[in-house]
């Protein structure tokens, strides 16, 4: 009994130091900025900025109102990003599992290697990539599937530059890590007897994979896509950089609020609407597709 107690203590001992870091520097500020967004944002004759806590809903309303077009595209071009990222990375994370042998730890380091270079300069050569001159964007001109493209909308005639298309690809290749490593994790501790058994029960490839494989590897894309979806819709980098006004994500608003019209009241609205769509579909999400062994990733 008494090494029970003396185990949960120095458990919680642990904890203590995790546990003061999110108080402080996460629970805390969520707070204040909850405080804020239920503030009104007023500016005297000085131009002194003043927030008095009546709690102003009408930030909320304000935020869903003015801006819903901007949320609205934000989900669509994470959604978009993380279905690429996901049929881009779930192959890519089946072989280096099941066929990766001994070059998997290189494989793996070559999947992280991006993020050796600094997030700002990957978004930046894509600039590069998609520049109206490039081989990418003249390839696609020769081929005729940027008139394509235009015509469902994510594409600007012969560019591919402040785009959808351009916003999404540079999503999609920021993020793709995210999706790849919780896959690869899922798929490594499937027990290869598994594959085998279905097998000599007369399976088909396709059918073990889709009763087997695929199940079993759920948790992995549960963990993939959320940490993919998640930050990708409050992304403004690749829309500031490779987007135009007509692509301007919510994270973009937000940015602005915050950085240039210092309106925190506003901006801090937004945040918490944005958070709580994002809730609410990880919540929908977890019971439509069923998480009982995600703790397992």
């Known amino acids: 009994m008494e090494t029970a107690k003396k185990n949960?203590?120095?458990?919680?001992g642990l904890l203590a130091p995790g546990l003061g870091w999110l108080v402080l520097f996460f629970f805390v500020p969520m707070a204040f900025m909850l405080v804020r967004s239920l503030s009104t944002h007023t500016v005297d004759a000085t131009y002194h900025e003043h927030?008095?806590?009546?709690?102003?809903?009408?930030?909320?309303?304000?935020?869903?109102?003015?801006y819903r077009g901007d949320f609205q595209r934000s989900f669509i071009y994470a959604g978009a990003a993380t279905v690429l990222a996901f049929f881009i990375a779930y192959p890519l994370a089946y072989v280096i599992a099941f066929r990766g042998g001994?070059?998997?730890s290189l494989l793996l380091l070559l999947v992280i290697a991006p993020f050796f270079t600094n997030y700002l300069i990957r978004t930046i050569a894509w600039e590069t990539i998609l520049s109206?001159?490039?081989?990418?964007?003249?390839?696609?001109?020769?081929?005729?599937?940027?008139?394509?493209?235009?015509s469902l909308g994510w594409t600007?005639?012969?560019?591919?530059?402040?785009t959808p298309l351009a916003v999404v690809t540079a999503i999609t290749y920021n993020y793709l890590a995210f999706m790849i490593l919780p896959l690869y994790v899922s798929l490594e501790k499937i027990d290869p007897r598994l594959l085998e058994a279905s097998l000599d029960l007369y399976a088909s490839r396709v059918r073990a994979f889709m009763r087997v494989t695929l199940p079993l590897s759920l948790p992995g894309v549960f963990a993939g896509t959320l940490l993919t979806f998640i930050p990708a819709t409050g992304d403004y980098i690749n829309a500031e950089l490779l987007g135009s006004a007509q692509t301007r994500m919510i994270g973009n608003v937000i940015q602005s609020k915050f950085i240039?019209?210092?309106d925190y009241a506003s901006g801090a609205a937004l945040s918490f609407s944005l958070m709580a769509i994002v809730l609410v579909l990880i919540v929908l999400y977890a019971k439509?597709?069923?998480t009982e062994d995600v703790s397992t990733v």
């Open 260 to 262: 240039t019209f210092h």
């Open 51 to 66: 927030y008095n806590f009546d709690w102003n809903l009408q930030n909320y309303k304000d935020a869903w109102n003015n």
């Open 8 to 12: 949960t203590g120095a458990a919680y």
């Open 132 to 150: 109206d001159n490039s081989v990418v964007t003249q390839t696609l001109r020769s081929l005729h599937l940027l008139s394509l493209t235009d």
């Open 156 to 162: 600007s005639g012969d560019r591919l530059l402040a």
């Open 102 to 104: 001994r070059w998997k």
């Open 288 to 290: 439509v597709l069923g």
